[in-house]
């Protein structure tokens, strides 16, 4: 799908040429007869101004036929789930969860009717997909304790029988540090003799170890921003300290995709808190306008102040936040950006130094700069960059800084020891090589998915690679022939997603190797060729001397 630059402006110029799409993206409609087709995708060459390099992102429509089927699949499941409650009532079938107990009848009910009629009635059939036991460090590949379930997936016992050498498409390592051998395993290893494992106080009573502070320092310095914090946790790296940015009479702007962990701390704010479409910079310029013109409800006082809330890679979509369009409207209409790197630290970027590094932006422009250590890192934790008195701020305001225990030194020290190698700092080129590597298996896999026929989401560069099932009864019946084949992946459905949009989610690593990728995608296209998963209307020309990121579309004879 990549074109030279230069056509894409004309493209994009052209009236005919393009029509606004799903989340803001544009469909583009190419007129000669062997590339019509009904992809929708953006191309950044519309704001060619504000971008160095083509930005594609493409989300394939659903085949009629398929969303036609996956509805009808749902209508089945509820007739049959409503069947087997009236049984349940009758106490002619069992159920062990998601149900009131007889004891409890009279009391206010602690279930909601549909999220558990859900849970009951196609959550528990597929429930053997999730929560899998793994017995190895989640590197490339991983060991599995193998468990059967009796009861239809009720109850679970483990049979003793370790599958080993599950190739692992699920964790995210993307830069292949989830690793128990090598200079950072030991670097931890020594300070956990020397340290202990806790610290056993808050940062700022008796828990302030050099190591926290060399952390710190390290993470400015490879952010590009004056000074950071670290946190312990990522999840409350985000709802800890958005609360303690914004307020009563702030407005926060937040992308509906966003994760639970930003939606919470936007909540505890007790901010006004407005959603725009995922990725849709017209649906959040309106906003911003409406702000600025309208301000406070009822006294249309101006907003105290409004800050947007996006992520780096949306780990649903795998879609990249059109960040210099976000910065260009952050400076217009004079707001705050908050951007979470949880996914993009470490996987994007020449550098691995994030999504700014990869659009070859200025770190200033992003007022707070948030990031987790648990995937590029394989730590765990977060951290918040940003301006000098913006963290000195935080060291005083908030909760996760003033209350929660302080990092794990052993997890500071791979901490320091992987961000060390990244940046080149040991003397060696490894952490370099990890970042290429990571780029090329990320670029070649989605290619060759395309290639099979099997309909992705997100950006080119993205190493979450969502992979569309639809209907319900393929969630688990693809995770289990992929198991069956010694490939662990992960399937995700409802609520993680839209009801009908369930998807296997794959995250790549520098640590797989290309005989790694290619067994996986014979897997992969195997099962896909068994459960009917190719829906794509785009056939892919594969070609084995083209980049890395292009690809030819023509369309498939019916």
Same mark, same amino acid.
């Given at each position: ?26 469909? /583009? ?7 019509? /087709? ?52 009758? /106490? ?12 409890? /009848? ?23 997909? #999730? ?22 997936? #009720? ?20 830069? !292949? ?18 340290? !202990? ?36 946790? @990522? ?67 101006? #907003? ?73 890192? !394989?730590?765990? !934790? ?48 490894? @952490? ?127």
């Amino acid at each position: 799908m990549t074109e030279s630059a230069g056509n894409k402006n004309e493209d994009c110029h052209a009236a005919n040429g393009v029509k606004p799409g799903r989340n803001g993206m544009v469909k /583009k409609h190419h007129h000669h007869h062997q590339y019509q /087709k009904q992809e929708k995708v953006y191309h950044a060459a519309c704001n060619g101004e504000l971008y160095s390099r083509p930005f594609i992102e493409s989300f394939e429509e659903t085949p009629m036929l398929v969303a036609v089927l996956t509805y009808m699949g749902y209508g089945i499941l509820t007739i049959f789930g409503y069947l087997r409650d009236f049984m349940r009532e009758w /106490k002619i079938e069992k159920c062990h969860i998601a149900r009131e107990r007889e004891e409890q /009848k009279d009391f206010v009910s602690l279930y909601q009717d549909f999220e558990n009629f859900y849970t009951r009635n196609l959550y528990m059939r597929i429930r053997d997909s #999730w929560n899998r036991p793994i017995c190895s460090v989640p590197g490339a590949t991983f060991d599995l304790v193998e468990r059967s379930s009796n009861d239809y997936n #009720w109850t679970f016992e483990y049979t003793g029988r370790v599958v080993k050498d599950v190739i692992n498409l699920g964790s995210y390592n993307y830069l !292949g540090f989830a690793e128990n051998t090598g200079t950072c395993a030991t670097a931890a290893g020594e300070l956990t003799v020397k340290f !202990g494992v806790g610290v056993a106080s808050t940062r700022q009573e008796m828990g302030n170890i050099d190591r926290h502070e060399e952390l710190e320092k390290l993470v400015a310095s490879f952010l590009g921003v004056e000074s950071a914090m670290a946190f312990g946790m @990522g999840f409350a790296t985000n709802s800890m300290n958005i609360p303690a940015l914004a307020g009563k009479g702030c407005l926060i702007l937040s992308d509906e995709l966003n994760h639970a962990s930003l939606v919470l701390g936007a909540r505890l704010s007790g901010s006004t808190i407005r959603v725009f479409k995922h990725n849709n910079m017209q649906s959040l310029e309106k906003l911003l306008r409406d702000a600025i013109i309208h301000g406070q409800p009822r006294t249309h006082r101006p #907003w105290k102040k409004i800050l947007i809330l996006v992520e780096g890679i949306y780990s649903m979509e795998g879609s990249i936040i059109r960040l210099p369009e976000v910065i260009d409207l952050k400076k217009k209409y004079k707001a705050y950006l908050y951007l979470d790197e949880a996914h993009s630290i470490g996987a994007l970027g020449p550098n691995g130094r994030g999504v700014v590094e990869y659009f070859g932006l200025d770190p200033k422009d992003v007022e707070v700069m948030m990031g987790t250590f648990t995937k590029s890192f !394989g730590a765990a !934790g977060g951290y918040i960059g940003g301006r000098k008195d913006l963290i000195d701020y935080l060291r005083t305001h908030s909760h996760s800084a003033i209350y929660a225990t302080s990092m794990s030194l052993p997890v500071v020290e791979q901490i320091i020891t992987s961000m060390k190698c990244i940046m080149g700092k040991d003397g060696t080129t490894i @952490g370099r090589s990890r970042i290429q590597r990571l780029a090329e298996n990320t670029v070649y896999f989605r290619r060759r998915l395309r290639e099979m026929g099997f309909i992705i989401y997100g950006n080119n560069d993205s190493p979450v690679v969502p992979m569309m099932l639809y209907m319900p009864a393929k969630i688990g019946a693809f995770g289990r022939e992929m198991l069956k084949r010694n490939i662990g992946v992960v399937v995700v459905g409802f609520p993680a997603t839209p009801i009908i949009e369930s998807r296997a989610r794959f995250c790549i690593s520098a640590a797989h190797t290309k005989e790694m990728l290619d067994r996986a995608l014979d897997v992969i296209s195997e099962v896909g060729d068994l459960l009917q998963l190719k829906y794509s209307r785009h056939k892919v020309l594969p070609s084995l001397d083209r980049p890395f990121d292009e690809t030819t579309y023509e369309e498939k004879e019916e």
